[in-house]
């Protein structure tokens, strides 16, 4: 970033505006003759961009070396575990205990706010399932699972999230029927049922991985969307047209993550430094975006 970069009067930072796009693409830096002024307190999206070019550059070249010399070395000791790396998440266990709303002055969450709350901090994965629970008072068990934990996971209690299931579902069938067909999985998600397994909710690269069927609307939408789906699910968002064709791109380009990520910042005009790795972190920064973190 040295390189690119000079320092100008009042702590603003001179730099070829494609070093700092998303930046630029949310209007929150000046331009002129193609450099853009950066002020320091957004020095963090140069830093990581230029990090990111670093790194996919020494990525490549790992991925050359690996293949020519130490893959067939070592293809029973190390090639496992370098194989398994994409597929594991590591960031923070929305599902334990303690690390739920309400915990370090989060704010807790009812079963009376849950809508408002669906509206302005759900991600677009718990958004669509929420919305089709309303509209067809039934899920499948996968739409199920996924939504149940990750209600779980922004803190609603056992008692609202009963009661929130119930109330959907007896709209198509008894109480009797609910009890004996769906009220013991509502527990067991929570971990008061069979082997009480705190159960934690899906990471997005679980949602990702899910293949949903017909009549199935659990997985990742930026993924399993076709791409008018996707442009009506996000201009339901109050999204501008280009903001939408941006990200439809970036889905269609198989990066669902940062589909996300933007569709995070067009909505609240803020980014997540990180990126999106978990629904749940989603919601977290939302809260926080609002000003209830």
């Known amino acids: 970033a040295n390189e690119t970069m000079s320092l100008g009067a009042g702590g603003f930072y001179s730099v070829p505006f494609e070093e700092v796009s998303d930046l630029v693409r949310g209007r929150r830096v000046f331009m002129s003759g193609g450099q853009a002024f950066v002020p320091r307190d957004q020095l963090a999206s140069l830093v990581v961009g230029a990090f990111r070019s670093r790194l996919s550059k020494a990525l490549v070249v790992a991925s050359r070396r690996w293949a020519q ?3 067939g070395e070592e293809k029973d000791r ?8 994409s597929k ?3 960031g923070r266990d929305y599902g334990k205990a303690g690390a739920v709303a309400g915990a370090g ?10 809508n408002s709350i669906a509206e302005k901090s759900f991600p677009l994965c718990a958004k669509n399932l929420f919305r089709k629970v309303k509209e067809d008072h039934h899920l499948r068990h996968e739409g199920r699972r996924q939504l149940g934990l990750y209600l779980k996971g922004i803190g609603l209690a056992l008692e609202d999230a009963m009661l929130f299931w119930k109330t959907e579902f007896m709209k198509k069938m008894t109480a009797e029927k609910f ?4 009220a013991y999985a509502v527990r067991h998600a929570y971990g008061k049922e069979g082997k009480r397994v ?12 899910a293949n949903p069927g017909p009549g199935e609307h659990h997985g990742c939408p930026f993924k ?3 791409e008018d789906g996707l442009r009506a699910a996000l201009g339901g968002m109050s999204l ?7 990200i439809v791109e970036k889905a269609k380009g198989q990066h669902y993550q940062l589909a996300c990520g933007m569709t995070f910042e067009a909505v609240h005009s803020v980014s997540i430094d990180s990126g999106v790795q978990h629904p749940n972190q989603y919601f977290q920064e939302s809260r926080k975006a609002l000003g209830f973190g």
């Not at 190390?78 to 790396?85: E, Q, R, T």
């Not at 705190?198 to 991985?209: E, G, V």
């Open 69 to 71: 010399h130490v893959s």
């Open 78 to 85: 190390l090639a496992p575990v370098i194989m398994s790396l």
């Open 88 to 90: 594991r998440y590591l």
């Open 105 to 114: 002055g989060e704010d807790v969450i009812t079963l009376k706010d849950l």
């Open 179 to 182: 009890e004996k067909e769906h």
């Open 198 to 209: 705190d159960y934690t909710p899906h990471t997005c690269m679980k949602c990702i991985a």
């Open 224 to 226: 399993t969307f076709g």
């Open 240 to 246: 501008s047209a280009r903001q939408v064709g941006d």
